[in-house]
């Protein structure tokens, strides 16, 4: 059974940084594409980030150079370190994998002072 875990969300200030992690089970981690997506409050999904098998990464206009996407193939984990926060990115944050259409359950992440 495949399993993502979320974790590292929380409520953080304008201009701070937090670090989400996402732990796989159930694939062969290091074969598959990882992303991150997010909903917004109202209720908009938007691909923040993604990392192909041979660490190619791409990002959405709105976070590139804030955000940065990577992978642990030995852990089986994969790492969406966010910088210069801004309300906007407020947005429950959801893990992916690829083939398969996998999904996390997601984790919080609010920005406000």
């Known amino acids: 059974q495949v399993q993502l875990v979320e974790s590292g969300g929380g409520l953080v200030q304008p201009g701070g940084s937090l670090r989400l992690s996402c732990a796989a089970s159930?694939?062969?981690?290091?074969?598959?594409?990882m992303g991150w997506y997010r909903r917004t409050p109202g209720n908009q999904r938007e691909r923040v980030a993604l990392i192909s098998s041979t660490e190619t990464t791409n990002y959405a206009d709105s976070v590139k150079d804030r955000f940065t996407i990577s992978r642990d193939n030995a852990k089986n984990t994969v790492y969406l370190q966010m910088n210069s926060l801004k309300p906007g990115d407020t947005a429950v944050y959801y893990c992916?994998?690829?083939?398969?259409?996998?999904w996390g359950q997601g984790t919080q992440v609010t920005v406000s002072s």
């Open positions: 992916y994998a690829a083939p398969g259409d996998h």
């Open positions: 159930g694939i062969a981690f290091r074969m598959y594409a």
